[in-house]
């Protein structure tokens, strides 16, 4: 199902996601490639991580898909820049066309909105190359399990429960194990999945419902009257205002990376990995550009460390 976002309060509250997001960029970076790959931008959003990626890699062609029409205006004002290197379209992860076209599927905090990770990982598979990459991140395990337990309380009480009545789940937020299994079943090789702790401290009460309202709960607002707004938030406010420290979301991302077999592979014979061409691997703003990002990342809306170095906790999945 479809969902629109408020693709402008979206860009100025989301400093988390894209923290996280360039951190995925700069594994990307550390992956043998040519250089002149045809990435997917798997959820865009407004665009934020793909002008890093665009930049990182000034030969890939870049496609940038979004579900959401707000999202995709967004984007497409802040991507014009690149002209024809890049294309942008409101697409639904699920609707891809076959095409074993794309060399890369890179994603950040989309695909727990996506409930069948089933399906999903079957669409993805078939749109890459054989040798494709899938290199990914999106909330999983026992992300904002706090948080979602105290907005079920409140989604109970009296003034709100008729509001609620035939609520379905939105999210998908599995473990390493289970997203293994998954993309093994979709026909994926060489599969590493792990959890990674993200906690995320809001400096105040105002910020702590203006990133609630429009990051997380979004949905649940759609259901109330705008007069109820406020008092749905109250109490979530009021909670984490009493939390040490205060206003703390307990975020946790799963990282996920697979590959889709060559032929060869299936027939255990053995190719090289795709070497980088030396003037692309040549041009320092492939590597440099997002961790200078990362490094210059602040805000006056958040408090939350991201480190620098060192690689992600997977678990490799035989």
């Known amino acids: ?38 990435i997917l931008d798997a959820g865009c959003g407004t665009g934020r991580v793909t002008a890093d990626l665009l930049q990182a890699f000034p030969h890939c062609r870049v496609t940038a898909v979004d579900a959401s029409a707000n999202m995709v205006e967004e984007a497409g004002k802040r991507l014009s820049a690149f002209g024809p290197r890049v294309s942008v379209a409101q697409v639904d992860l699920l609707e891809l066309p ?9 994603s950040t905090a989309v695909f727990h909105w996506i409930q069948d990770h089933d399906r999903l990982f079957q669409v993805l598979y078939r749109s890459l190359r054989q040798g494709g990459t899938l290199l990914a991140q999106c909330g999983g395990g026992p992300n904002l399990e706090r948080f979602r337990a105290r907005t079920a309380e409140v989604m109970r009480r009296a003034e709100f429960a008729s509001y609620f009545k035939n609520w379905d789940r939105l999210w998908e937020y599995p473990g390493p194990e289970v997203t293994a299994e998954r993309l093994k079943a979709a026909g994926f090789a060489e599969i590493k999945a792990a959890l990674e702790p993200a906690p995320t401290v809001l400096p105040d009460e105002e910020t702590f419902r203006r990133f609630v309202a429009t990051v997380i709960l979004h949905p649940h607002l759609k259901r109330l009257p705008a007069e109820l707004h406020g008092d749905f938030l109250l109490p979530l406010a009021e909670h984490a205002a009493k939390d040490t420290p205060a206003f703390l979301l307990d975020y946790c991302r799963l990282n996920i990376y697979a590959r889709k077999p060559r032929y060869d592979d299936l027939t255990q014979q053995k190719l090289p990995v795709g070497r980088r061409s030396d003037s692309v691997h040549a041009n320092p703003l492939q590597r440099s550009e997002p961790v200078r990002r990362l490094q210059g990342l602040k805000s006056d809306a958040f408090n939350y460390q991201l480190p620098l170095r060192g690689e992600y906790p997977f678990t490799k999945i035989s």
Do not use: T
């Not at 509250?13 to 360039?22: A, H, K, M, T, V």
């Not at 076959?98 to 890179?106: A, K, T, V």
């Open 98 to 106: 076959n095409e074993s076209s794309l060399d890369i599927i890179f």
């Open 1 to 38: 199902m479809k969902r629109e976002w408020d693709g402008a309060a979206y860009d100025k509250l989301s400093d988390p996601q894209y923290g996280w997001g360039l951190k995925v960029l700069q594994k990307l970076q550390a992956l043998p490639l040519r250089g002149d790959e045809h």
